[in-house]
């Protein structure tokens, strides 16, 4: 080993890695051919610290570190762990422009031990910026886009869900539903098929008064509320629980008379005291009211501001 020279730098492994108990972080290095040596302690660059894995026990492959004399001091700096770094993007020539293998990229990465690491990347051909974990979520930052991204198991074949943040407004997906606010207006449609759809328009006069609109689609729309109202924005609008108890109550008066009318016919027709010409002057009189009820009703159907509850 060399000695006390500062301008002298030697080449080591790191075998393992651990914290003093003064919360610095020291690295054993594998001292010319010995088990290892005495621990020494790491020099991290501004603002980042990186602690090495331990070496394979098998093959012996681990962190390489420069080793630096201070005095009488060893300082430690790790360097690139050469078994993380084949799990890195590489740039090849089938794929010379990988992301984050370009040139000026810069890439953080934290060594999980596994196939695929989790890792910052900065790109430096498009300036594109993605957090990246091994199950497909991530995180990226383009220019006017800030995107959440995940699959729906967690793998990367997984179908899509995200959620952009766009210079222009939102979009998500997912596999049930999908949906967009932006200057077209406020747009979500469900893998059913049930939609809402609100925006603006622009027409020229006298439709311009027509300028924004709101579209609910779905098989069945139901709308409760202590107070709810259909009509037009000026006017006399009715509450919307006035319509289904009105209507049926006309349709129920009406078949009331008619029954009425049909027992009484045949009663006075039967055996009453008028006979058939009697019958014959009261069931005139009873289709002549029933007209009336039954014209009130049809005029209450079609006029109420809330018709169209009642298409049927």
Request: hydrophobic residues 40%; glycine residues 12%.
């Amino acid at each position: 080993m060399s000695g006390a020279d500062p301008f002298k730098w030697d080449l080591y492994i790191c075998q393992v890695s651990e914290f003093n108990p003064d919360g610095f972080l020291l690295c054993q290095a594998d001292d010319w051919g010995e088990e290892g040596g005495d621990p020494i302690e790491v020099l991290p660059s501004g603002g980042t610290r990186f602690r090495p894995r331990s070496a394979d026990a098998t093959t012996g492959a681990g962190c390489p570190m420069l080793v630096a004399w201070d005095g009488g001091k060893r300082i430690a700096i790790p360097l690139l762990d050469t078994m993380a770094a084949q799990k890195l993007p590489m740039a090849s020539d089938a794929d010379p422009e990988q992301f984050g293998a370009t040139e000026g990229s810069f890439i953080a990465f934290g060594d999980t031990g596994e196939a695929t690491l989790p890792m910052l990347s900065i790109d430096g051909a498009t300036g594109f910026i993605q957090l990246k974990r091994d199950n497909g979520t991530e995180v990226s930052v383009d220019r006017g886009q800030v995107t959440l991204y995940t699959t729906d198991d967690q793998t990367e074949t997984g179908r899509p869900v995200f959620f952009t943040v766009r210079d222009d407004g939102f979009a998500w997906e997912s596999p049930y539903a999908r949906g967009k606010l932006d200057a077209t207006g406020w747009h979500v449609s469900e893998h059913g098929g049930a939609r809402i759809d609100i925006g603006s328009l622009s027409m020229p006069a006298p439709l311009s008064a027509l300028s924004t609109y709101a579209i609910v689609q779905a098989a069945m729309v139901a709308l409760r509320g202590a107070s709810v109202q259909l009509g037009p924005d000026t006017g006399i609008m009715d509450n919307v629980a006035l319509a289904t108890p009105i209507t049926l109550f006309m349709t129920a008066l009406t078949t009331f008379c008619t029954g009425l009318s049909t027992a009484i016919a045949t009663a006075v027709g039967g055996a009453g005291p008028g006979g058939p010409a009697a019958a014959s002057t009261f069931t005139a009189a009873a289709a002549g009211l029933l007209a009336t009820l039954s014209s009130a009703a049809a005029s209450l159907t079609t006029t109420m501001p809330s018709k169209s509850t009642m298409s049927s």
